[in-house]
Structure formats: C-alpha cells, structure tokens
C-alpha cells in the first residue's frame, strides 16, 4: 500500500472564512485554533479531513522562476518547521487564498488548515499538512422531545465525508517542492484558482504519472492524430489501443521504443508517435521517461477510458477486445454499411 492514513493523528487546526474577493466580500480570520471538547470531536474532525485521499497521482508546488517563490509552499514549509505557528501560519494562508478568489464563480466558505502526524506514503511515515476548502453545506433536522411532542429545528452543517477540494501537503522532497494529493469533488473550471492560482502546482515526476501520461497520450494519437495521418478504420484504432492495454498489463518496466515496436509496428507510424508524445508532453506539461516502472494503479484507472467500443447507430454496440482479423467491414449492394464478425464459442 503507497497511503495509508489509518494511524494518522490530528494534532492542531485553524479554521477561517474566505469570501469572494471579486464580490468584496472579505475574510474572517479565527484569532485562536479550533478547539475539541472531546475524544469524539477529535475523531469526527479528523475523518473529515483525511476522508477524501486515496494513491494515485501524485504533484509537487512549481513556480515560473522557482520553487522559493511559491507562496503556498513557503507558508507550508513554516508550518513543518514551527508547528506551534498554525494560527498565524494559516491566517496568512487565509489571507493569500482570498487574493486568488477573484472569479466570479468562487463560492465563499470556510478554508481549514490541519497538522498531522504519521502519515504513511511509499513506505516512510511523515508530518502532513492538509489545506481544506468547505464550500457546501447540507441541511439536518435536530428533533428534541418537549412535554409530550416533537420541537424541529432545521440546521445547516457538514457531512464528514469527501470535503470540495482538499490539498495533502506530506514532508517529503521537499527540495522538489513536496508530495502533494488531491482531493477534489468539482470537475469544472471551478478549480482553476485553487490549484492553478493559490497551489499552483503540477504533476510529479514519478511511475503513476509516467504511466498515466503515456497512456493518456497513446490514446489521443491513437483516436485522433493517426485516423488523418495514416487513414486507420475505427477497429484498426481499437486494435491498437488493445495492444497497448496489454503491454501495460504484461510488463512491469516500460521502454518507449520496446512500447512504440510492440503497438504500432510501422517504422512511419513509430517515428510519428514518438514525435508526437515528445510535443504533447511538453506543450501539457505532462512528466515523461525513456523507461520506469508501470505503476498498475494508473494502468487501472485509465483503463477506463481504454474500451474498444464500435458504435454503430442507435443499435449496436460491439466490444473490441483484440484480433483485427475476426472483424470485417462493407458495404452491400444497396449501399448499407456492414461488419461481419467471426467467432469460435457464444457464451
């Protein structure tokens, strides 16, 4: 296991209001940390704030000139060094994510920042910082017997579970700029500020987005750059993509040329792919290597967007899983568009 978070420990949090500095609407600084009454506080706190991160990509604080420069990291880098700092640590944190939240569609909230103890990543155990922005409520119901009847009284506050968007700071590398992961319900444009603007961080260089890179890159060669270079059908697509899939699931090192041979198996087509990742990677900022160890849990998660699926109408959908020459394409007399599909066993 690359996290785990099970004997992670709370040790100090401040919590601070952060509105939307476009609407001038301003930001409450808490002048003392939180305070927990009781043992069930503490652990009630501390679920919500470790809940929402899992393994899988991991990123590092960046800067345009360098690391140094990166407000969020330096502030982080205080608090490692002086736990004691949080409240004024964080207050400046507060106060240099309500400078980011200048776009309209920034929804006000609270901002936490937690400290936390034996965290446990790739094998080391470590401090962590967790940065959490609160930005939707629910409503309860809280129902009190009086006399003989009911009093209802509705009431807004959190579910302690996933929180909107949640940045785990562990203290290692440091130098590189810290392991960072992410916890993020919304998938719009909404999280520009957050990670662009006031973590500005990006992708880092290790196995998980060495695998995901290549694989995210294959794909859109595949899908989108080959069928107009080199004129490939739907299922010459599909096959490719399956090949693909299975060099990742068959080998525990990757080697681009062993990769690109294996897929494509055309000297033009190879050439293409490797210019192609080259230029991808560099204009998406995406972090690339000659050779690395396949990390299966990126393999798991784009293989979901690995299916071979031909579409045909509103009718069909067949499932592509290898074996270009079962499959053939037509057309029949009167001009209608077939697949003829050869099997051994039905199932």
Known sequence: MLLDLSDAR?????????????????????????????????????????????????????????????????????????????????????????????????????????????????????????????????????LRQVGQGWDIQLIEGLQLQKPDRACLVLELNAEEGYTLLLSDKSKSNETQYWRDDFLQIKPAADNYNFTSSVMKVTKEFVTKEMPDEFAVSKTDSMELLSRSMDYFKTNDQFDKKSFAETVFQDDRMIDSFMKYEEDYCKYHELPSAEQFEINNTAVKKQAKIYKSILKLDKNFHIYIHGNREMIQKGTDPDGRKFYKIYFENEE
């Open 10 to 142: 709370l040790q100090a949090s401040a919590l601070h209001y952060i509105g939307n500095k476009n609407s001038d609407e301003g930001c409450f600084i808490s002048d003392e940390t939180l305070w927990l009454q009781d043992e069930n506080q503490q652990k009630a706190i501390r679920k919500f704030v470790v809940s929402g991160f899992a393994e899988g990509e991991t990123w590092r604080f960046t800067h345009t000139s360098e690391v140094g420069m990166n407000e969020t990291y330096v502030f982080c880098n205080r608090l490692f060094e002086n736990p004691d700092g949080i409240l004024s640590i964080s207050s400046e944190l507060a106060k240099h994510l309500y400078e980011k939240s200048d776009h309209p569609q920034v929804k006000p909230g609270e901002f936490m920042v937690a400290t936390l103890e034996n965290c446990f990543f790739q094998n080391q155990v470590c401090k962590g910082i967790a940065l959490i922005k609160i930005e939707h409520k629910d409503l309860f119901m809280r």
